[in-house]
């Protein structure tokens, strides 16, 4: 978020930001006001593996130079590492020796609360879980303390946070012009200036807020509309003391979850103790070294990096492994916020591939008239792949003249699909074949009634012969034409409505074995 804010504001002054991080608050609330928590939906779990491993990997990259006592400014993993290894050589050792006592310390105390005690020493067992949840805080005060007992003004042994300004902010309205140059800027121009930001930035704050919440909501409901409006109002808070735009942040949630928060009551509480700190302890966040807060933050973030996750698609779906990886390869090069989105678009393709591929399962059908072909659509007939649908069943029914569609696990049907339904009854008509839909489900029947040429007479049998016996007589050895407006063919008893009586459909024995690949169209 600090990125895409120096992306949108360069140039311009201060007050800018001020005014994007309310204008961000402002859309992000109406956003939520709207309901628009779909949203929620165009992050899939592989898309929150992905931008979670992402994130460590950034963070863990970005604190290097805390712990190795190295000072330089950089916007990128590859920059971070060029810097490193080009100023290898001004590595302090102070820091380095620093960073991986507080490290050690770190991992060996997050062990701790898992250590077995009797059941009837639960005092120790409390006292062990209190001190390993509250080990960042211990290392940080333990750390700071040795760096004020041994700080030297002239010759400082380890590299310290920068001096923080005391009080309280000045509770305000944002600005709605600014000086740019020799130039007045009202709020219509600040607002030009910023440009799309103003819009990017609330939707890429929504996105990236839901993906940290569903990646430490540990499988619970994340109400995305009730994020929103929450996100929104901090903002626009934000913007009448002069902040600048914000949202979740994984190394905060990271240090939070790792030091047990389970309750949004943590955030009060921690707003609580930030004001009282600002204002009566900021001169003493000096003495927090840097190495200590570099070791802090890649112990909470190293064990977010999912591998678990890409082992197991790696086995079972390497589809959705090709999503994590995009996710990932796009949040490590370019910038989270740009990752979520790819991976959002690039979950949305798979889902639309998978729709598109979705299997059409083909028998044989023996009855007495010979045989007929069965065949059972999955999940959905769509615009994605119901031309795929009859192309394949036509070339299955070459050599049959019966044919019956079971929709037992139909879904969806939209009207792109119920055009091409409507074109498939056609052409068996034409051809003097038999067409039958059954075993569908009250919705599915809404659609399937509105398709033109479709005999609905069968739609609620549940078996194959219960939809023979339901279209009523044939014709004899020919099947003819089902239809409501069947015209007359080669074949002079068409089944329809109005067909001739003639012997009873289907009256034989039934079973079922699967088509040869070749008339199966596999």
Same mark, same amino acid.
């Given at each position: 978020?600090?990125?895409?804010?120096?992306?949108?504001?360069?140039?311009?002054?201060?007050?800018?930001?001020?005014?994007?991080?309310?204008?961000?608050?402002?859309?992000?609330?109406?956003?939520?006001?709207?309901?628009?928590?779909?949203?929620?939906?165009?992050?899939?779990?592989?898309?929150?593996?992905?931008?979670?491993?992402?994130?460590?990997?950034?963070?863990?990259?970005?604190?290097?130079?805390?712990?190795?006592?190295?000072?330089?400014?950089?916007?990128?993993?590859?920059?971070?590492?060029?810097?490193?290894?080009?100023?290898?050589?001004?590595?302090?050792?102070?820091?380095?020796?620093?960073?991986?006592?507080?490290?050690?310390?770190?991992?060996?105390?997050?062990?701790?609360?898992?250590?077995?005690?009797?059941?009837?020493?639960?005092?120790?067992?409390?006292?062990?879980?209190?001190?390993?949840?509250?080990?960042?805080?211990?290392?940080?005060?333990?750390?700071?303390?040795?760096?004020?007992?041994?700080?030297?003004?002239?010759?400082?042994?380890?590299?310290?946070?920068?001096?923080?300004?005391?009080?309280?902010?000045?509770?305000?309205?944002?600005?709605?012009?600014?000086?740019?140059?020799?130039?007045?800027?009202?709020?219509?121009?600040?607002?030009?200036?910023?440009?799309?930001?103003?819009?990017?930035?609330?939707?890429?704050?929504?996105?990236?807020?839901?993906?940290?919440?569903?990646?430490?909501?540990?499988?619970?409901?994340?109400?995305?509309?009730?994020?929103?409006?929450?996100?929104?109002?901090?903002?626009?808070?934000?913007?009448?003391?002069?902040?600048?735009?914000?949202?979740?942040?994984?190394?905060?949630?990271?240090?939070?979850?790792?030091?047990?928060?389970?309750?949004?009551?943590?955030?009060?509480?921690?707003?609580?103790?930030?004001?009282?700190?600002?204002?009566?302890?900021?001169?003493?966040?000096?003495?927090?070294?840097?190495?200590?807060?570099?070791?802090?933050?890649?112990?909470?973030?190293?064990?977010?990096?999912?591998?678990?996750?890409?082992?197991?698609?790696?086995?079972?779906?390497?589809?959705?492994?090709?999503?994590?990886?995009?996710?990932?390869?796009?949040?490590?090069?370019?910038?989270?916020?740009?990752?979520?989105?790819?991976?959002?678009?690039?979950?949305?393709?798979?889902?639309?591939?998978?729709?598109?591929?979705?299997?059409?399962?083909?028998?044989?059908?023996?009855?007495?008239?010979?045989?007929?072909?069965?065949?059972?659509?999955?999940?959905?007939?769509?615009?994605?792949?119901?031309?795929?649908?009859?192309?394949?069943?036509?070339?299955?029914?070459?050599?049959?003249?019966?044919?019956?569609?079971?929709?037992?696990?139909?879904?969806?049907?939209?009207?792109?699909?119920?055009?091409?339904?409507?074109?498939?009854?056609?052409?068996?008509?034409?051809?003097?074949?038999?067409?039958?839909?059954?075993?569908?489900?009250?919705?599915?029947?809404?659609?399937?009634?509105?398709?033109?040429?479709?005999?609905?007479?069968?739609?609620?049998?549940?078996?194959?012969?219960?939809?023979?016996?339901?279209?009523?007589?044939? !014709?004899? #050895? $020919? *099947? @003819?034409? =089902? /239809? &409501? %407006?069947? +015209? !007359?063919? #080669? $074949? *002079? @008893?068409? =089944? /329809? &409505? %109005?067909? +001739? !009586?003639? #012997?009873?459909? @289907?009256?034989?024995?039934? %079973?079922? +074995?699967?088509? #040869?690949?070749?008339?199966?169209?596999?």
């Amino acid at each position: 978020m600090a990125l895409m804010t120096l992306q949108t504001c360069r140039g311009l002054p201060p007050d800018f930001v001020v005014l994007l991080s309310f204008l961000s608050g402002g859309v992000v609330l109406l956003m939520g006001l709207l309901r628009l928590g779909f949203l929620v939906e165009l992050i899939s779990p592989s898309v929150t593996s992905g931008f979670t491993s992402a994130t460590a990997v950034i963070i863990t990259v970005a604190q290097l130079k805390g712990l190795l006592g190295l000072s330089f400014m950089a916007e990128s993993v590859t920059e971070n590492v060029a810097l490193i290894v080009e100023r290898w050589r001004d590595v302090r050792l102070p820091d380095c020796l620093l960073s991986l006592l507080c490290c050690s310390t770190l991992l060996l105390l997050r062990k701790l609360k898992d250590v077995k005690v009797g059941p009837k020493r639960r005092k120790l067992k409390k006292t062990l879980w209190l001190v390993s949840i509250g080990r960042n805080a211990l290392v940080v005060l333990a750390a700071a303390t040795f760096a004020y007992c041994t700080h030297d003004p002239a010759r400082p042994l380890l590299r310290l946070s920068g001096r923080v300004e005391a009080g309280l902010p000045q509770l305000r309205l944002p600005p709605l012009s600014a000086e740019v140059g020799n130039r007045t800027l009202g709020f219509v121009d600040m607002v030009r200036e910023l440009g799309t930001g103003v819009l990017l930035l609330p939707l890429v704050m929504v996105l990236a807020n839901i993906a940290i919440a569903k990646a430490f909501s540990e499988g619970g409901r994340v109400d995305a509309a009730q994020e929103m409006v929450t996100l929104g109002l901090c903002n626009m808070a934000g913007g009448l003391v002069r902040a600048m735009p914000t949202c979740g942040a994984f190394a905060r949630s990271a240090v939070a979850h790792s030091s047990g928060v389970r309750t949004p009551a943590a955030g009060l509480y921690a707003g609580v103790i930030t004001l009282l700190a600002l204002q009566f302890l900021a001169q003493y966040f000096h003495f927090i070294p840097k190495a200590c807060i570099s070791s802090v933050l890649v112990c909470a973030v190293i064990f977010m990096v999912d591998w678990e996750t890409a082992l197991r698609l790696w086995r079972h779906d390497r589809r959705e492994l090709a999503v994590v990886a995009l996710t990932f390869g796009v949040g490590v090069w370019c910038s989270v916020e740009l990752a979520v989105l790819c991976g959002a678009l690039a979950g949305l393709a798979a889902t639309h591939f998978a729709l598109q591929r979705a299997p059409l399962h083909l028998h044989k059908v023996k009855c007495s008239w010979g045989e007929a072909v069965r065949a059972r659509p999955t999940r959905a007939l769509l615009y994605l792949n119901c031309a795929r649908f009859a192309e394949r069943l036509e070339r299955a029914t070459a050599a049959h003249r019966v044919a019956l569609v079971d929709c037992g696990v139909l879904a969806m049907l939209d009207y792109p699909a119920a055009q091409a339904l409507s074109k498939m009854i056609k052409k068996f008509q034409e051809n003097n074949k038999l067409l039958i839909f059954y075993n569908a489900s009250t919705d599915v029947i809404k659609k399937l009634d509105k398709v033109e040429g479709m005999d609905t007479r069968a739609l609620l049998a549940h078996s194959v012969q219960a939809a023979l016996d339901a279209v009523g007589p044939g !014709p004899g #050895p $020919c *099947p @003819g034409v =089902l /239809g &409501p %407006a069947a +015209a !007359p063919g #080669p $074949c *002079p @008893g068409a =089944l /329809g &409505p %109005a067909a +001739a !009586p003639g #012997p009873g459909l @289907g009256s034989g024995p039934e %079973a079922a +074995a699967l088509l #040869p690949r070749d008339a199966a169209g596999v």
